[in-house]
C-alpha cells in the first residue's frame, strides 16, 4: 500500500511539473492600426501553443467613438500567430485605445491587453 501512495505521488508531480512548464497563451496588440472602408484594422499577435483554433475580440475607444470586432475565429497552427482583426466604426487618423480578449479551442483564456495605438491610413 505504501508503494502505491509513493507510485502515486510520483505520477502527480510529474504531471503538475509538465502542466506548469506548458506555455501559457500569449497576446499582444500591435501599436499600428489602420484605417480600412468601414472601420480599422488592429493586428494583434497570438500565441496558442497547441490549440487547433482561437478566437479574438479587440475593442477600439477613440474620443466618443467605441466599438468591437465582435470575435473573430481563426485556425491555429499551434504556434505564434500574427492576424488582422478588423473592428468597425467611425475612426480617423491618430491615437486610440486597444483592449483585445483570447480564447484558445473556445476555452476563454482570460486574457486582456490593453495597448495606446496610433491608426494610420
Known sequence: MFLNKRSLG????????????????????QQQAR???????????????GATAFEVNVA??????????FGVNFPSSGGKEVVPV??????TAGQADATAVLACNTLLEGMSVGQSIRITE
Open 86 to 91: 478588423f473592428v468597425p466604426g467611425v475612426f
Open 60 to 69: 477600439v475607444r477613440q474620443g466618443d467613438m467605441a466599438s468591437q470586432s
Open 35 to 49: 484605417l480600412v472602408d468601414f472601420g480599422i484594422e488592429v493586428i494583434v499577435v497570438v500565441n496558442c501553443e
Open 10 to 29: 510520483v505520477v502527480l508531480a510529474i504531471v503538475l511539473g509538465t502542466a506548469t512548464h506548458a506555455d501559457q497563451p500569449t497576446l499582444s496588440i
